[in-house]
């Protein structure tokens, strides 16, 4: 069975293109490849990098891998604006606040703080339509790119398809593009 993780260190990034609103479905094990997604972005051009929940890459790792692909290594490593919101207000105050900035945004673990069973659901509800109008809106200037893990609780079941009503294109975890490839390669 033929990989694409090998020929394709990011898989979405192939598609990250101006004017364009992308959500990807991760399984939540991606963490090399967001990292190298990180850096392939950050030798592009300055970004915003929303981290949704707690999880980046350590500095160590971003200087790693940047060093395989350019010798101006913390030029590079500045090039992403990172920010993480607390909660899910934060985060609709970090989406205005990219709206002004007119860059591209990589937003990590996008339905994080929407889980917090602490915040009311109807609050919750009413953040998560205005975070999605926001991010489209970005979306309209500059390419953005929302990963969000597959899970299979009630409350992903209940935000995922409200946020998925907002991309321009929806892509499956890598699995789901591996089996469908290698079903494919036999016929």
């Known amino acids: 069975m033929k990989s694409l993780a090998t020929p394709y260190p990011a898989h979405w990034l192939t598609s990250y293109r101006l004017g364009h609103l992308q959500l990807v479905e991760t ?32 500095r160590d790792t971003l200087y790693r891998e940047t060093r395989r692909y350019t ?5 590079t490593l500045d090039n992403p604006k990172i920010k993480r919101p607390m909660t899910c207000l934060q985060l609709l105050d970090l989406l205005m606040e990219a709206d002004m900035e007119n860059r591209p945004t990589l937003i990590t673990n996008f339905l994080h703080h929407f889980y917090n069973e602490d915040v009311q ?45 907002f991309a321009d294109e929806i892509i499956p975890p890598l699995e789901s593009i591996e089996i469908q ?7």
């Open 71 to 75: 010798l101006r290594i913390e030029q």
């Open 181 to 187: 490839t290698s079903s494919t390669m036999f016929f």
């Open 121 to 165: 659901l109807s609050l919750r509800d009413r953040i998560l339509g205005q975070c999605c109008k926001y991010i489209k809106r970005l979306s309209l200037c500059n390419p953005v790119t929302v990963l969000v893990p597959r899970l299979s609780t009630q409350e992903y079941k209940r935000f995922f398809p409200i946020l998925a009503s």
């Open 27 to 58: 399984l939540g094990k991606e963490r090399e490849t967001i990292t190298r997604s990180i850096v392939q972005l950050a030798l592009r051009e300055p970004y915003n990098l929303i981290a949704g929940d707690e999880w980046l890459p350590d």
